[in-house]
């Protein structure tokens, strides 16, 4: 199948750090592309290049066979949809009137914008009558993920990037949404790339799967592959690993219970606290081995992975 985004050996440094090393993968035309990692990897920063937010230090990037930095950066933009985790939806602009920025930007006249506008609220079980003049804020989280999405549809981009667009949401609601990415996608056929740092999540959505570890892609396949023949032993483990929820009502089992209270020699670890967020404690319990437990400011306890897992297990 035909490629339309190319990383050519791409390496990318903040201030002399190398949080990017020697990129090299192809998404083709027409796939849900995942690139999966924990906190920190540099999915975000592999994202941003694509539509021209950062560049990179070395190496090429392609779209449609020709280097990013040779277009019209705006131009460009103008045919990449964008979703983000935050779900920034404009605040003062009406569900219509969010839908439709790049529709008016292209120069679309009312009666096509309109139109579309309708069309893509079906499209995601938002009866337009009823949600077209409402304001983000008098939606669900949900819902304005929705419009989320269907606003970077909406001028029916070549690509869609999706920045971690669910992990704020509830475990219901981030459900339904993965779901309609899918159905969309099957019916509009568009490229998708999108990021998480949740496996389970990658292996749903995804036609083909990159792992990426500290700046390095580990690992590039279809979710079965990925699954049957994992590259290394990161890949393995981080199949092991299950859901936020699961770690925050560990979390909290295991302060009230007082388990796993042990003697702290280490005070070089991180610490967990009950406010700690859930997509924070996923990604914490992805990269390190163990942490402390502070309640009050006081740190009580160390927990480490192997006893979420044991504990886990436990509760069967
Ligand atoms: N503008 C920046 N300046 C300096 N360091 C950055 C900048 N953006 C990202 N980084 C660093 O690059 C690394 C990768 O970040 P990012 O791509 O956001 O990871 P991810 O999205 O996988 O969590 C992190 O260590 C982050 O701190
Ligand atoms: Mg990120």
Redesign the pocket.
């Known amino acids: 199948m035909e490629s339309i985004i190319e990383f050519k050996d791409v390496s990318k440094e903040?201030?002399g750090?190398v949080?990017l090393k020697d990129l090299n993968f192809s998404v083709k035309k027409g796939e849900i592309f995942v690139l999966v990692?924990?906190?920190?990897?540099?999915?975000?920063?592999?994202l941003k290049m694509i539509n021209g937010l950062i560049e990179p230090t070395d190496g090429n990037l392609y779209f449609k066979n020709k280097r990013i930095k040779d277009y019209n950066i705006q131009k460009l933009r103008w045919q990449i949809g964008y979703v983000l985790q935050q779900i920034a939806l404009f605040p003062t602009m009406s569900v219509k009137e969010n839908i439709e920025v790049i529709p008016d930007m292209l120069g679309w006249d009312k009666e096509r914008r309109n139109k579309r506008v309708d069309e893509l609220l079906k499209e995601v079980d938002m009866e337009p009558e009823q949600f077209r003049d409402r304001m983000p804020s008098e939606l669900s989280g949900g819902q304005q993920q929705r419009i989320g999405i269907i606003r970077a549809l909406a001028s029916e981009p070549d690509i869609v990037l999706m920045d971690e667009p669910f992990s704020a949401l509830d475990p219901i609601s981030r459900a339904s949404l993965q779901d309609l990415v899918l159905e969309l996608h099957q019916k509009l056929g568009n490229t998708i790339i999108f990021?998480t740092h949740n496996m389970k999540e990658a292996m749903k959505i995804g036609s083909r799967i990159a792992v990426?570890h500290e700046?390095k892609l580990i690992q590039c396949d279809t979710p079965e592959e990925i699954q049957k023949n994992p590259a290394n032993r990161f890949v393995e483990e981080f199949f092991d690993e299950t859901t936020d929820e699961v770690y925050t009502q560990t979390l909290e089992v295991l302060y009230n219970g007082g388990f796993y209270q042990r003697t702290i020699t280490d005070f070089n670890l991180q610490s967990l606290t009950m406010d700690t967020s859930l997509s924070e404690v996923f990604d914490l319990l992805a990269e390190k081995e163990a942490f402390i437990i502070e309640r009050d400011g006081k740190p009580i306890g160390l927990i480490n992975r192997s006893d979420v897992f044991r504990f886990l297990s436990q509760e069967g």
């Open positions: 903040f201030e750090n949080v990692g924990p906190s920190g990897s540099g999915k975000t920063t592999s990021v990426m700046g």
